[in-house]
């Protein structure tokens, strides 16, 4: 037990939370590089107007690289909430409802993500 | 017996209970990090508000037509100023985060520098887009 502090902690076996540490900061990254990059081109460079808009997500690559930013999204949002349970609510059941409820809820969120960016 | 099993008895290190938020004073990175926290919350709050609007753009020219309808409300206005300060915070303090990942700022009063430049980023962004929200410019 002495050398399971510090440096020397032990994080392998059950990961420890250690893969969603990562993949919450994986995520982060992958979002702040779409919208940094997306919010620029749609400020300075993208005409007004629905047709360039639209126009915007009508090739294939537009959409997966979309879609895959929102899959990022919605993992990271599920990282961040599942903290948030974690800390403030207390009662297992309760908890349990939480989870289960979000997680629903985000499946349903890319569903929805991915219908409205194919009909385009 | 008993008298072993009452030394045993370890020290609880409990999380700040919610109600407890406006009643500790929590250093500058600390107050970030709840902000962080609790910016990242109102967002996964305001998803449904968000896929609607991402939807009513794309559909059709008539949706888009109608998305202009929506902007002009002040209401939705207020809460998507509220929605662009979280985004800008969130953004912010998780660069932040990441680069002390890093090691990058560690120290004490790097780290207390750092937690209060964010403000001066995230703000005047903020108010940047208030005043494109409110049609200043």
Same mark, same amino acid.
């Given at each position: 037990m002495a050398s399971n502090i510090g440096t020397r902690r032990l994080v392998v076996g059950a990961h420890y939370g250690l893969r969603d540490w990562l993949a919450q900061r994986v995520t982060a990254?992958? #979002? +702040? =590089?779409y919208l940094i990059a997306f919010g620029v081109y749609a400020l300075f460079v993208l005409p007004p107007g629905y047709e360039a808009w639209a126009g915007?997500?009508?090739p294939l690559w537009m959409k997966v690289a979309t879609l895959v930013v929102? #899959? +990022?999204l919605i993992y990271h949002?599920? =990282?961040g909430m599942r903290e948030i349970f974690m800390d403030y609510i207390k009662p297992t059941s309760i908890r349990l409802l939480a989870y289960v409820l979000t997680l629903l809820w985000l499946a349903a969120c890319a569903v929805w993500s991915a219908q409205i960016l194919w009909r385009v | 017996m008993s008298a072993t099993l009452q030394q045993k008895k370890r020290p609880e290190f409990k999380n700040i209970h919610v109600t407890q938020i406006i009643s500790y004073r929590l250093p500058a990175g600390g107050f970030a990090s709840f902000l962080h926290r609790f910016s990242g919350a109102? #967002?996964?709050l305001a998803l449904p508000l968000l896929l609607w609007l991402f939807d009513l753009s794309l559909t059709s020219e008539l949706s888009y037509a109608r998305l %202009?309808?929506?902007f002009s409300s002040w209401v939705v206005k207020v809460v998507l100023l509220g929605l662009g300060w979280a985004l800008l915070h969130h953004l912010v303090t998780g660069i932040r985060h990441l680069l002390l990942d890093l090691h990058i700022g560690i120290d004490r009063d790097a780290a207390a520098r750092s937690?209060?430049? =964010?403000y001066f980023i995230s703000l005047p962004l903020t108010l940047v %887009? +208030?005043?494109k929200l409110f049609g200043v410019f």
């Amino acid at each position: 037990m002495a050398s399971n502090i510090g440096t020397r902690r032990l994080v392998v076996g059950a990961h420890y939370g250690l893969r969603d540490w990562l993949a919450q900061r994986v995520t982060a990254v992958v #979002m +702040a =590089v779409y919208l940094i990059a997306f919010g620029v081109y749609a400020l300075f460079v993208l005409p007004p107007g629905y047709e360039a808009w639209a126009g915007l997500f009508v090739p294939l690559w537009m959409k997966v690289a979309t879609l895959v930013v929102l #899959m +990022a999204l919605i993992y990271h949002v599920w =990282v961040g909430m599942r903290e948030i349970f974690m800390d403030y609510i207390k009662p297992t059941s309760i908890r349990l409802l939480a989870y289960v409820l979000t997680l629903l809820w985000l499946a349903a969120c890319a569903v929805w993500s991915a219908q409205i960016l194919w009909r385009v | 017996m008993s008298a072993t099993l009452q030394q045993k008895k370890r020290p609880e290190f409990k999380n700040i209970h919610v109600t407890q938020i406006i009643s500790y004073r929590l250093p500058a990175g600390g107050f970030a990090s709840f902000l962080h926290r609790f910016s990242g919350a109102l #967002m996964f709050l305001a998803l449904p508000l968000l896929l609607w609007l991402f939807d009513l753009s794309l559909t059709s020219e008539l949706s888009y037509a109608r998305l %202009a309808e929506v902007f002009s409300s002040w209401v939705v206005k207020v809460v998507l100023l509220g929605l662009g300060w979280a985004l800008l915070h969130h953004l912010v303090t998780g660069i932040r985060h990441l680069l002390l990942d890093l090691h990058i700022g560690i120290d004490r009063d790097a780290a207390a520098r750092s937690a209060l430049l =964010v403000y001066f980023i995230s703000l005047p962004l903020t108010l940047v %887009a +208030a005043l494109k929200l409110f049609g200043v410019f």
